[in-house]
């Protein structure tokens, strides 16, 4: 014996997969784009992280921070991507500790 089929089932299973695939596509998307979005956030606190330690290193070489973004870039080696982020480098004093805020440049 034969099954017959009817409308409603060749009509389901002609939606199902299409509707199933797409998901699994929509799925796939948001985890890369979320997986980006956390590097992105990881580089940003990663470069702050490496500014204030070469700041400190400066300091307990030479007993002063650095005065400068520069100073940081051509004594210590430090590399900061200008077309991706922008660097508030703020000092008060020789003997205290700059503010640094790292803001990332929208594109």
């Known amino acids: 014996m034969r099954k ?13 997969l299409p509707v199933f ?5 929509v799925f ?3 985890a890369l784009n979320s997986l980006d979005s956390g ?13 204030r330690r070469s700041c400190v290193a400066c300091y307990a070489a030479e ?9 940081l870039k051509d004594h210590y080696g430090v590399q900061v991507d200008e077309e991706r982020y922008t660097v508030f480098y703020s000092v008060f004093a020789e003997n ?11 594109t």
Request: proline share 6%; no cysteine; charged share 25%.
């Open 63 to 71: 007993g002063i921070y650095p005065p400068d973004l520069d100073y």
């Open 39 to 51: 590097r992105d956030a990881e580089d940003l606190r990663q470069l702050e992280d490496t500014l």
């Open 28 to 30: 796939f998307s948001t």
């Open 4 to 16: 017959r089929k009817t409308a409603w089932g060749g009509l389901l299973q002609g939606l199902l």
């Open 96 to 106: 205290l500790m700059p503010d640094i805020t790292v803001l990332e440049n929208k």
């Open 21 to 25: 695939v797409v998901g699994i596509l």
